[in-house]
């Protein structure tokens, strides 16, 4: 998801794709794989791509949903994503990457039921 508001940022901002990879000192093919959700930019990368479509990493995280916003209710209180985001003692690249591992489990657990019990084997 991530990778979807930057490209959609990158967008809104009229910079083509080659013209920020260059800006933020990385490769295109390294800044497409960043859009397609195929790697995760370190934390410096984050806050360069960020810097040059004139937001922060802040708000490249909350619009992907790994941040709640600063107003905003959440679900419940014993939600282990709540208690991620308000671990103060982590940055936000590393409470931003707890959640996302939290939720691939998840989603890779739903999957698996889906599918049903497997056989012995």
Partial sequence: MLGAVIRAQRELAALPMRQLAAAV??????????????RAPSE???DAIAAS?????DVLYTEAGFVAPPDGAQDGPGDLEDHIRAAAELTTSQR????????????????????GPRPPG
């Fill in 25 to 38: 000192g990385i490769s295109n093919p390294y800044l497409s794989q960043i859009e397609r959700g195929l």
């Fill in 44 to 46: 410096a990368v984050l």
């Fill in 53 to 57: 479509l004139k937001t922060s990493a």
């Fill in 96 to 115: 931003g990457a707890l959640i996302e591992i939290y939720r691939g489990f998840v989603d890779a657990n739903a999957v698996r039921r889906s599918r």
